[in-house]
């Protein structure tokens, strides 16, 4: 008779309730409007946004169960269209949650697949995701769900959950085990806010070990293998390494950009987070005093994926180094943000007659397009003087700086206004 299989540490250690849940106090301390709802029964659909080993499956459990719901699981590594069907045909007999796990691998038809059914209620549609749903979903997906971020378990998490394994005694049915200061230490370090990495260790690391044994260092490091020198003593918090390799561009450190990168990919194989920021970095932190280096980012990216990482990711090293050198100017994330605010305090202002659009007689007897210059037909391609604001909508949103290319556009923006002042004068 063969012995049937045994499930992992990390899936029998998976808690049923909101008060076994470690971590997210954030979104699920007991003021927390969405604790609230889970533990009513009230659901709404959403997307759970986090690092791996951090709750995302487990919550989606509790969900359904606080609801008395039936739970249909879906991967969108292997699931397509007509398993999606399949769910939704499941889902008209009972009150049902459909989580669907790696939600970003899911194309827009797909996502679009499940939007009738959320519209309608038939579903309580919850998404799992390792990436920005801003970038992987699709906007209406997003607009008939709420993001909840979930962060990485901290330290404490970590050793509650080390705590709670070795108190249960079911590690291969081994009785009191326990854990070294050392071995704790290294196991937190090694998972780096993954609580199912963490068990998966604690596991290995019991292996070799009686009841009733110590589990030390070396048997984490044994466990662990190379794993323990690829995370520092703090283990930083992915997104606190990403915002470190943001300040470290942003602050002109071509050092400190390469060595986050590099830390980056030891904890991910996955660069294209750093890509993302890098092209952000581009717009928001370099803007217009060097245009190239938007182009060199696309490039840089385009590279990987052409050639792959062995010598793409040298590529990404090159943008890096040349975001962190380029002249920085934060003028035009800045005239943007000043735009759209003063456009959404306009919304209702009519557009001037001049720079309407007069396609028909009707239009042209309304005024539209009247009294307009053409700016080709002027001195200079421009025509001094003429307005393009609505009425009483003040503009000198874009002030650029003395730094790289925005030095020449101040000059340029300085003898248009010469333009303006000589035509009001004359």
């Known amino acids: 008779m063969t012995t049937p299989p045994v499930a992992p540490l990390a899936e029998r250690m998976r808690p049923h309730t909101l008060d076994s849940y470690v971590g997210q106090q954030h979104i699920l301390a007991k003021d927390q409007p969405l604790f609230r709802a889970i533990e009513q029964g009230e659901l709404?659909?959403?997307?759970?946004?986090?690092?791996?080993?951090?709750?995302?499956?487990?919550?989606?459990?509790?969900?359904?169960?606080?609801?008395?719901?039936?739970?249909?699981?879906?991967?969108?590594?292997?699931?397509?269209?007509?398993?999606?069907?399949?769910?939704?045909?499941?889902?008209?007999?009972?009150?049902?949650?459909?989580?669907?796990?790696?939600?970003?691998?899911?194309?827009?038809?797909?996502?679009d697949a499940f939007l009738p059914a959320i519209e309608s209620g038939l579903i309580t549609f919850i998404g799992a995701t390792t990436e920005n749903p801003s970038f992987s979903c699709n906007n209406a997906l997003?607009?008939?769900?709420?993001?909840?971020?979930?962060?990485?378990?901290?330290?404490?998490?970590?050793?509650?959950?080390?705590?709670?394994?070795?108190?249960?005694?079911?590690?291969?049915?081994?009785?009191?085990?326990?854990?070294?200061?050392?071995?704790?230490?290294?196991?937190?370090?090694?998972?780096?806010?993954?609580?199912?990495?963490?068990?998966?260790?604690?596991?290995?690391?019991?292996?070799?070990?009686?009841?009733?044994?110590?589990?030390?260092?070396?048997?984490?490091?044994?466990?662990a293998g190379s794993a323990i020198p690829s995370f520092d003593k703090d283990g930083d918090h992915y997104y606190d390494m990403l915002s470190a390799f943001h300040k470290s561009v942003r602050g002109s450190s071509?050092?400190?950009?390469?060595?986050?990168?590099?830390?980056?990919?030891?904890?991910?194989?996955?660069?294209?987070?750093?890509?993302?920021?890098?092209?952000?970095?581009?717009?928001?932190?370099?803007?217009?005093?060097?245009?190239?280096?938007?182009?060199?980012?696309?490039?840089?990216?385009?590279?990987?994926?052409?050639?792959?990482?062995?010598?793409?990711?040298?590529?990404?090293?090159?943008?890096?180094?040349?975001?962190?050198?380029?002249?920085?100017?934060?003028?035009?994330?800045?005239?943007?943000?000043?735009?759209?605010?003063?456009a959404k305090e306009s919304a209702n202002t009519p557009v001037p007659f001049h720079l309407r659009n007069a396609p028909t007689a009707l239009a042209k007897q309304q005024k539209h397009g009247e009294g307009y210059r053409y700016a080709h037909n002027e001195p200079n391609a421009y025509s001094a003087g003429q307005t393009y604001l609505p009425d009483g909508v003040k503009g000198d949103f874009y002030q650029p700086n003395d730094r790289g290319l925005e030095k020449k556009l101040s000059q340029k923006i300085a003898y248009l206004e010469h333009l303006d002042t000589k035509r009001k004068s004359s």
Not at 75 to 82: C, E, L, P, R
Not at 101 to 111: G, S, T
Not at 188 to 205: Q, S
Not at 283 to 312: F, M, N, Q
Request: charged letters at 20%; hydrophobic letters at 45%.
């Open 254 to 342: 071509s050092d400190g950009a390469l060595y986050w990168f590099a830390r980056f990919l030891q904890a991910s194989t996955d660069p294209t987070p750093i890509m993302r920021r890098l092209l952000a970095i581009a717009s928001e932190d370099i803007g217009l005093a060097d245009p190239k280096a938007l182009s060199l980012c696309l490039d840089a990216w385009d590279t990987y994926h052409r050639v792959g990482a062995a010598e793409g990711e040298r590529a990404i090293a090159q943008a890096c180094v040349y975001c962190a050198l380029a002249p920085k100017s934060n003028a035009l994330y800045t005239a943007f943000k000043q735009a759209k605010l003063t």
């Open 44 to 111: 709404h659909s959403c997307i759970l946004w986090g690092p791996p080993g951090t709750g995302k499956t487990t919550l989606a459990d509790i969900m359904a169960q606080y609801a008395n719901a039936q739970l249909i699981k879906l991967s969108a590594i292997d699931a397509g269209v007509k398993d999606i069907r399949l769910a939704l045909v499941q889902a008209q007999q009972y009150a049902t949650v459909v989580f669907v796990d790696e939600v970003h691998r899911f194309n827009k038809a797909q996502q």
């Open 142 to 223: 997003l607009s008939r769900t709420r993001v909840y971020v979930l962060e990485a378990l901290t330290e404490q998490d970590i050793r509650t959950v080390l705590i709670h394994a070795l108190q249960t005694d079911i590690i291969l049915s081994k009785q009191s085990l326990s854990l070294s200061e050392s071995a704790s230490d290294a196991i937190v370090h090694v998972a780096n806010g993954d609580a199912r990495k963490a068990l998966m260790c604690l596991e290995l690391a019991s292996v070799s070990k009686q009841s009733g044994s110590v589990i030390e260092f070396v048997d984490v490091q044994a466990a």
